[in-house]
């Protein structure tokens, strides 16, 4: 079963404008980490933001917001005042932190194209 | 913090040529290490992990294999290259505080 599902294979949004991309995820374990990534068209991935299941407060880190609920299995990337260079794919993943080294799990991806 | 070196960036091999791709990290002491691919407009799918020297977990049975000879060094194999072994081939290493950080990748094409 596929434990991160990323529903928006392509997403749109006008510059300056806000966007929210979903992720849900599929764990039976209290303690695991959700994080999120950028990939430009470069190749290389970028590390944007991470969620413990036991923070009480959503992550933030600038312009990225982690929209947290856990009820829900879910945790939405929310990018403020969009900019052109936003224009990547973004990935969620999880990793179940209570297995011990357990790797990490990637959704397949949201691609995200900023419109000026 | 660590540092990852993945080489070479690009690679055209023939099909049933063999392959090595090595990634080596600094900045670190036993770190746990991971082999990613990612097919050409997909997700990333996880190869290999290796948590110590000659510990490796293989997440898909493949053509290809995976080596930790030492500490910092992680090498992904294969004897003979398949069409489908073509893609992006990323390495990575886990952090202290659980952040995933990756190499530059080396695209794969095998022809």
């Known amino acids: 079963a596929q434990k991160i599902t990323q529903t928006q294979p392509g997403m749109f949004v006008q510059e300056k404008e806000a966007v929210t991309l979903d992720c849900t995820y599929d764990?039976?374990?209290?303690?695991?980490?959700l994080f999120w990534y950028k990939q430009p068209s470069s190749g290389e991935m970028i590390f944007l933001i991470y969620?413990?299941?036991?923070?009480?407060q959503n992550a933030t880190e600038g312009r990225y917001s982690l929209n947290f609920q856990k009820a829900r299995k879910s945790a939405n990337l929310v990018i403020s005042a969009s900019q052109l260079g936003d224009s990547a794919m973004y990935f969620c993943?999880?990793?179940?932190?209570?297995?011990?080294?357990?790797?990490?799990?990637f959704g397949k991806g949201t691609r995200l194209s900023v419109i000026a | 913090s660590q540092t990852i070196h993945q080489w070479p960036a690009t690679l055209v091999q023939p099909v049933g040529s063999p392959l090595s791709l090595e990634c080596t990290v600094e900045?670190?002491?036993?770190?746990?290490l991971y082999w990613y691919r990612q097919a050409a407009g997909r997700g990333l799918q996880l190869l290999f992990y290796?948590?110590?020297?000659?510990?490796i977990s293989s997440e898909v049975p493949q053509n290809l294999s995976a080596s930790r000879p030492q500490d910092r060094q992680f090498i992904l194999s294969s004897k003979k290259l398949l069409l489908s072994d073509s893609g992006f081939y990323l390495c990575a290493v886990r952090s202290a505080n659980e952040k995933l950080f990756f190499g530059s990748g080396t695209q794969l094409s095998v022809l």
């Open positions: 969620q413990g299941s036991y923070d009480e």
């Open positions: 993943a999880m990793r179940e932190i209570a297995k011990g080294n357990t790797p990490l799990v």
């Open positions: 764990t039976s374990d209290q303690s695991y980490g």
């Open positions: 900045g670190t002491s036993n770190p746990n």
């Open positions: 290796s948590v110590g020297i000659g510990q």
